[in-house]
Each structure stands twice: as structure tokens, then as C-alpha cells.
């Protein structure tokens, strides 16, 4: 079994930046990919960045040179550095890893077995 926990998110003004953590446990959790999704009030949870248990990575059109995906296998730690936040970064941000080693980043929400319980960014403008 495989859980995952979420942490560091809060209120912060645009231009700011946070960094957001995600803990997990289980023996095989440090093959398999692991992807940071979003969704905000009213919409659709949506991808965001995710990394691959070899470090390959890939990030929505709307966060990349922003947004930094990284993982440390050793601690079983994914973290997400959040730069130049703006107002339409607002949502409860969840972390995910897929059921199986993959290569793949998944973009899907339906590729992610394992979530969190999500964490909550505010950027205010």
C-alpha cells in the first residue's frame, strides 16, 4: 500500500513563491512516476508537473519555467517548487504516483492510483 501526504501549502502574494512536499510510504513507491495535480473551485482537477522514478519530466503549458518537479528517492519525497505565482494558480494541489514502474509521465488524472489528501495554495494579487 501506498500513502501519500501533501504539505506546504498557504497564502501567498502574487510574484511570491512556496514549495510544496509530498511524503510517501510503501516499499515500491520509489519506481513508480509521480505527478502534482490541481484543481481549483469550479473546475476540473488538471495536471500540473509529474517525474518519472528515473527523474524525466514533464509540465503543463501554463507552469513550465515557473513550476520545478523533483523527487528524492532516497526519502521518498516529491516536491514541487512553485515560482512567479499568479492569481489563477489558486487551487487544493494533490500529489499522485501511478500503480506500476513506469518511463512515462501520465498527463491523465485516470493513469494516478495513489493520491493525497491535497494541499491548499492562495495566491493573492
Known amino acids: 500500500q501506498v500513502e501519500m501526504v501533501e504539505s506546504g501549502g498557504g497564502l501567498v502574494q502574487a510574484g511570491g513563491s512556496l514549495r510544496l512536499s509530498c511524503a510517501a510510504s510503501g516499499r515500491i513507491v520509489t519506481v513508480l512516476s509521480m505527478g502534482w495535480f490541481r484543481q481549483a473551485p469550479g473546475k476540473e482537477r488538471e495536471f500540473v508537473a509529474g517525474i518519472t522514478w528515473t527523474g524525466g519530466t514533464r509540465y503543463a503549458d501554463s507552469v513550465k519555467g515557473r513550476f520545478t518537479i523533483s523527487r528524492d528517492n532516497a526519502k521518498k519525497m516529491g516536491f514541487l517548487q512553485m515560482s512567479s505565482l499568479e492569481p489563477e494558480d489558486t487551487a487544493v494541489y494533490y500529489c499522485?504516483?501511478?500503480?506500476?514502474?513506469?518511463?512515462?509521465?501520465?498527463?491523465?488524472?485516470?493513469?494516478?492510483?495513489?493520491w493525497g489528501l491535497g494541499t491548499q495554495v492562495t495566491v493573492s494579487s
Open positions: 499522485a504516483a501511478t500503480q506500476y514502474r513506469t518511463s512515462d509521465v501520465y498527463t491523465s488524472s485516470s493513469q494516478y492510483y495513489y
